[in-house]
């Protein structure tokens, strides 16, 4: 990630310019990160999320997005996570209704441009949100899901599952992955 201007960015800035901008950028201490584009597994990887946990959410007070909602990390981070669901009342940073506070699960698809920032910093920053109970960060290349739930005493269990007879518990939510699900339409390289 490259930062978009060679300058020390305000929140207010930021804000006033990514809701008058026709792409999406993240905000990381004081800096502004276009975000590139998708590969078409990423996609289909999401798009796939996105329905299941709609499915399994319907009639329930929990509300899931897709990468359009950006969450407020800390006092001035704000993140674009590929899926965001959220199960007590959310809470908004303002009266523009585009920015949660309060997240239960973020999903990440990792991509080769950011895995590497998905991994550390970026759950670094995630874990600081009190409301966050797991964190998932899926591959795109082969079918592998890796799972944090958060602990007491703020320690966070590590899980992963793999290939595509594998599931997912997410004990937040009340739902289930399937790999084969999550993949669906995903070629694998040999």
Not at 34 to 57: D, K, P, Y
Not at 169 to 184: K, M, P, Q, R, V
């Amino acid at each position: 990630m490259s930062a978009l201007a060679n300058k020390r960015w305000t929140v207010e800035e930021y804000l006033a310019f990514e809701r008058d901008s026709d792409e999406k950028h993240e905000f990381i201490d004081g800096n502004v990160y276009l975000m590139t584009g998708a590969s078409r597994e990423h996609n289909l990887i999401v798009f796939s999320l996105a329905t299941i946990l709609g499915n399994q959410l319907r009639g329930r007070a929990c509300e899931a997005y897709a990468n359009d909602m950006r969450v407020k990390v800390r006092r001035q981070d704000y993140t674009y996570p590929d899926v965001t669901v959220v199960c007590h009342p959310p809470e908004f940073e303002d009266a523009d209704v585009d920015t949660l506070l309060n997240p239960t699960l973020l999903i990440e698809v990792l991509s080769p441009s950011t895995e590497q920032y998905d991994r550390g910093k970026k759950f670094e920053t995630y874990r600081t949100l009190k409301s966050l109970q797991e964190y998932v960060l899926i591959a795109q290349d082969r079918p592998h899901v890796e799972h944090y739930v958060r602990q007491d005493q703020g320690m966070w269990m590590f899980s992963e599952v793999n290939g595509l007879d594998a599931s997912l518990e997410l004990t937040s939510i009340g739902c289930a992955l399937t790999l084969a699900d999550i993949y669906e339409k995903v070629t694998f390289a040999d």
